[in-house]
């Protein structure tokens, strides 16, 4: 992704906290949409899935997005 900043030259290929910031802020949008879509996925089909007990399935799979970010600070 640095490369492709760089390319399109919104930053100097030079300062790595110009290109740190631009990727923090992408990949703190796509893991927001990532979690937002989950819940609102939970949301639309908790009535549905009601039989099976997703809750346990859902905040699995929610901690697993949300460890993955946090182990990337």
Not at 8 to 23: R, W
């Amino acid at each position: 992704m640095a490369e492709c900043l760089c390319i399109k030259l919104l930053f100097e290929c030079g300062s790595s906290m110009s290109a740190y910031l631009y990727i923090a802020i992408i990949y703190n949008i796509s893991i927001s949409l990532a979690l937002y879509a989950l819940l609102m996925f939970y949301c639309a089909t908790k009535e549905q899935l009601q039989p099976f007990d997703p809750v346990l399935k859902f905040l699995t799979v929610k901690s697993v997005v949300f460890l993955s970010y946090w182990q990337g600070w």
